[in-house]
């Protein structure tokens, strides 16, 4: 079974300010099946990046996501306020059919 | 634009069966190669995958709970549904429907369900 571990659990920035996000796999993974999300308060989760760096429909060129194998990032290059909440890393196994999600990371406003 | 609405009660008891169903509207529960999902997210922690239905019918579930659940589609309502039994306060959590193949592109806003006697 894979576990994804992300890190840090909490990030501290302010606006304006590059945040990187990491993802970990415990074993190696395929690309075309990791994905980011982005979750606010009260709010479903939203995709933002599949396939490990390509942006879902909607998505600023501010976030980036990139990696291979068992290491993979999450790139924001300048933080804009609404860009403060939580982000998680999912990844599909095919055999059997699984979805296996990050522990998520948190940016904040420091 | 396709939408998904969760239903179900907000309260059951520990030991019963906790039962949710997703209408889906805006597109056909059975026209596409998509698997139907259920996530759930306990208050201020992760996101934990439950299963899935293939539009086909056939059913996928997370190890950790294939013991109590059970995933059904009916596809006469546009709907599937989520049955998990034997419920603790363990269970207690906002619980998202989905749409999803390899991402989730899709997602219930999701419907809170606690636990409690």
């Known amino acids: 079974e894979i576990v994804l571990t992300q890190s840090p659990g909490t990030l501290s920035l302010s606006p304006g300010e590059r945040a990187t996000l990491s993802c970990r796999a415990s074993q190696s993974v395929s690309s075309s099946y990791l994905a980011w999300y982005q979750q606010k308060p009260g709010q479903a989760p939203r995709l933002l990046i599949y396939?490990?760096?390509s942006r879902a429909t909607g998505i600023p060129d501010r976030f980036s996501g990139s990696g291979s194998g068992t290491d993979f990032t999450l790139t924001i290059s300048r933080l804009e306020p609404e860009d403060f909440a939580v982000y998680y890393c999912q990844q599909y196994g095919s055999s059997p059919p699984k979805l296996t999600f990050g522990g998520g990371t948190k940016v904040e406003i420091k | 634009q396709l939408q998904l609405q969760e239903s179900g009660p907000g309260l059951v008891k520990p030991s019963e069966t906790l039962s949710l169903t997703c209408t889906v509207s805006?597109?056909?529960?059975?026209?596409?190669?998509?698997?139907w999902g259920w996530i759930r997210q306990p208050p201020g922690k992760g996101l934990e995958w439950i299963g899935s239905?293939?539009?086909?019918?056939?059913?996928y579930y997370n190890p950790s709970l294939k013991s109590r659940v059970t995933i059904s589609v009916d596809t006469s309502k546009n709907q599937f549904s989520l049955k998990l039994s034997s419920v603790t306060a363990a269970d207690t959590a906002v619980y998202y429907c989905a749409r999803h193949w390899s991402t989730i592109d899709y997602w219930g806003q999701g419907t809170l369900v606690t636990v409690s006697s």
């Open positions: 396939g490990a760096s």
């Open positions: 805006g597109g056909s529960i059975s026209s596409s190669s998509y698997y």
């Open positions: 239905i293939y539009y086909s019918g056939s059913t």
